[in-house]
């Protein structure tokens, strides 16, 4: 069975409780301690103990250092390509607000890459949003 464990590094200037709404607001899900739930998938709002804003602009992994990570646990009632899907638009959400993240998972080469020059989103395949309008293209 393949492993759709996903772990989303993060920098945002928001506090952890601005970034748990945040979160919820934007996966439609509710909130318990540092968890947002969704009816298909939990995501852990984590403090990154490794944090280090020289670090983070020093390396070459320097997301290693962002002061957040999602952990990113489906549930088995959701289809893979509905769950991946869902990560993309987390992600160019977090880009859309002005945030840095970077996606570490099994399934990495299927999600939307955000390139340095101009904030370009470049996607593997066709993702479309809520309105069924393409998010980005190939």
């Not at 993060?10 to 934007?26: C, E, G, P």
């Not at 990113?72 to 987390?90: C, F, T, V």
């Not at 340095?116 to 395949?125: F, G, K």
């Amino acid at each position: 069975m393949e492993d759709l464990y996903c772990k989303i590094y993060v920098d945002t200037d928001m506090s952890q409780n601005q970034f748990l709404d945040f979160i919820a607001k934007t996966i439609n899900g509710y909130i318990e301690l540092r968890t947002v739930f969704h009816p298909f998938f939990e995501i852990d709002v984590v403090n990154n103990q490794d944090a280090s804003p020289l670090q983070a602009i020093s390396y070459v992994d320097g997301f290693l250092y962002y002061p957040y990570y999602l952990d990113i646990e489906p549930l088995d009632n959701i289809k893979r390509e509905a769950y991946i899907a869902s990560i993309a638009m987390l992600l160019m959400t977090l880009w859309d607000i002005g945030s840095k993240a970077v996606a570490a998972c099994d399934f990495e080469n299927e999600l939307p890459k955000q390139t340095a020059r101009a904030n370009t989103q470049v996607c593997p395949y066709k993702i479309y949003d809520y309105r069924g309008e393409p998010a980005c293209s190939p």
